[in-house]
């Protein structure tokens, strides 16, 4: 059955201001059909669907609609205005859901691991664009884990979701440890930690990718402190030409993490 909600003051959708908002730490507020179906095909549990009149309408979501009807899960239907007064985005796309956040602990990141893991730290990042992309691109290129610092901002912010593009409902993430714990883990574990470095000795297709590794990466306004990068087993550059001193965080993991991928295919190749 569709619950019609005509109160900017119903219960449900006060809830979904506040998961918005990071106030629910529990749950994860996820925005637009796209991602509302990766979080269903992730197995996500999924507490509520709200749904614009509108988009009800169509028949993709309407297609999910009658799945969760089906299954007894609450769904409601709103106007555009009162989908607008829940929404994250400047122009909403008609779809809200209410989900269960993913494990992000120590515990199971480590039952997510390889034996060869490829490791991306994202500390003191705190633009939720560059932490999605992150995540994006380091799904695309065989990731086994990511981790975010206590510094680093909520990879399941709505914004750093939309740019993760489902990135995030995969790839096991481990949220919110210090600095030290991740490097204190990885030597703990046999994983070379390498952060990225613009005054590094080593240019980054000099490394070797295709052992254990965990790459750090630092704000790009400021970058890695030299205790941070002394703290780690080795740095790594990527070169650049004058007068470009440095690229974005997430175009430099992308650059940095595509080398791993080439290595480690090509490994697996022989």
Known sequence: MIERITSKDNSLLREARNVRDGKIEEMIFV???RLCEEAV???????????SE????KPKPAELIERFASASQRVASVSEKLLA???????????VMLASRPAMTEEHFISQQNVTPLIVV????????????????AEATGVTGAIATENATDPFSPKALR?????AFRLPIWFRPSYEEVIDWCSQ????????????????????????????????????????IEAADGATRIPMRAPVESLNVSVAAGVLL???ARQRDHLATK
């Open 122 to 137: 994202m500390h003191r990042i705190t633009n939720p664009v560059n932490v999605g992309a992150i995540l994006r691109t």
């Open 258 to 260: 595509y080398e791993a």
């Open 31 to 33: 925005e637009g059909l």
């Open 54 to 57: 509108e988009l009800a309408q």
């Open 189 to 228: 574990h046999g994983v070379r930690t390498v952060c990225a470095d613009l005054n590094a000795t080593a240019v980054y297709t000099e490394l070797d990718w295709t052992s254990p590794r965990a790459l750090i990466l630092g704000p790009e306004t400021s970058g890695l402190t030299r205790a941070e």
């Open 41 to 51: 095909n992730s197995r996500l549990p999924i507490h509520a669907l709200i749904v």
């Open 85 to 95: 007064s829940i929404s994250y985005s400047k122009t909403p796309q008609g779809i």
């Open 163 to 167: 740019g993760a593009m489902g990135a």
